[in-house]
């Protein structure tokens, strides 16, 4: 696997002590349309359960980090006891610009994927990592270079993930919002936020029906203080927990919208469209001038909700993986 291509003075290396100030300085001059703080370096890479620090493969150029890509495998389970023994993720890599043009992000890559492939990792995904992904996949917009180095080395793109935006500033609920709201009130439903005795049943509702990251979302949020009114869930005529939305969950950004959830069974009722609205208007009561979120599908249920909400999509990312030959 290993490319013999050397074209860069450049020594390649884990991760050191000392390292992380400079590759905070050095992500922000590569990749300046998602800068990084070192709060954030700290929280999702060097604090992830699942850090190994020869999986930070960093270059080093007369002592300056010059580049860096970060390549992870499961030490700790998502959920149950599986890990996923066969998957490996790159969430991220970048080259200083001054030291591009020589074969450096080549050469970083490679031995990202050396390193996963000597971990029995036969599968490698840009970058749809859990629980602490950076960016959902590769703004081939935003870095086409990237998006080439990645084909050459035999990524392929599973899917792409869109990003959506929409501004907050003169929000009301809608007049159809507030009839639906009515209706679904008077067959019985019940729109609140959530009591301290509800999270048992909202953390087992994102878990088991939709995502085990979206539970451990919810689960560290709140036990780092994130106020239970940032969360609106609804109960059907029976009392059972169906479905939810929110606000804050990640890094306590009042702005970013999600997770939010409806059971399958009960869509094309309107739930969803109302606790959308519900949280945006919480939201605004909150200052927020505008509402986004990372990741959909931009053809998906969600995604057209979405667009009938006023959302618009701002960036889309491709979930891209390579495998290993058998």
């Known amino acids: 696997m290993t490319d013999p291509t050397t074209t860069s003075p450049a020594a390649i290396r884990g991760f050191r002590a000392g390292d992380g100030p400079q590759l905070v300085e050095a992500w922000c001059r590569s990749a300046p349309t998602d800068p990084i703080t070192p709060d954030l370096f700290r929280s999702l890479v060097l ?17 300056r980090v010059v580049g860096a890509a970060y390549a992870v495998r499961r030490l700790t389970p998502m959920t149950g006891t599986d890990l996923e023994p066969e998957q490996g ?14 074969g450096l992000g080549r050469r970083l890559l ?41 084909e050459a080395l035999g990524f392929r793109t599973l899917y792409e993930a869109a990003a959506m935006d929409r501004g907050l500033v003169g929000h009301r609920l809608p007049d159809d919002v507030v009839g639906r709201l009515d209706a679904l ?7 609140a936020t959530p009591s301290d005795d509800d999270l048992v049943e909202l953390v087992a509702l994102a878990g088991n029906h939709f995502n085990p990251d ?52 009960t869509r094309g009722t309107g739930l969803g469209k109302v606790l959308l609205h519900l949280v945006l208007e919480r939201m605004r009561a909150r200052g927020a001038h505008s509402a986004w979120f990372l990741w959909t599908g931009e053809r ?25 030959t058998p």
């Open 47 to 63: 604090l992830d359960a699942n850090f190994d620090p020869e999986g930070l493969r960093v270059a080093v150029d007369a002592g």
């Open 300 to 324: 998906s249920p969600a995604g057209h909700l979405y667009r009938k909400a006023g959302f618009t999509t701002t960036r889309l990312f491709r979930v891209m993986r390579w495998e290993a």
């Open 110 to 150: 490679t031995e990202a994927l050396d390193w996963l492939h000597g971990h029995g990792r036969t599968r490698v995904d840009f970058s749809s990592y859990t629980p602490n992904y950076i960016l959902p996949g590769l703004d081939a917009e935003a870095y086409p270079e990237a998006a080439k180095l990645l």
């Open 214 to 265: 979206w539970a451990r979302a919810i689960r560290e949020c709140l036990a780092a203080g994130t106020p239970l009114d940032r969360i609106v869930v609804v109960r059907e005529p029976s009392g059972r927990l169906v479905g939810w939305a929110m606000h804050g969950a990640y890094e306590s950004m009042v702005e970013r919208f999600g997770p939010f959830g409806v059971l399958e069974e």
């Open 185 to 191: 009130t008077a067959q019985g439903y019940r729109f």
């Open 89 to 102: 993720w790159i969430p991220f890599f970048f080259v200083d610009p001054a030291a591009r043009g020589r």
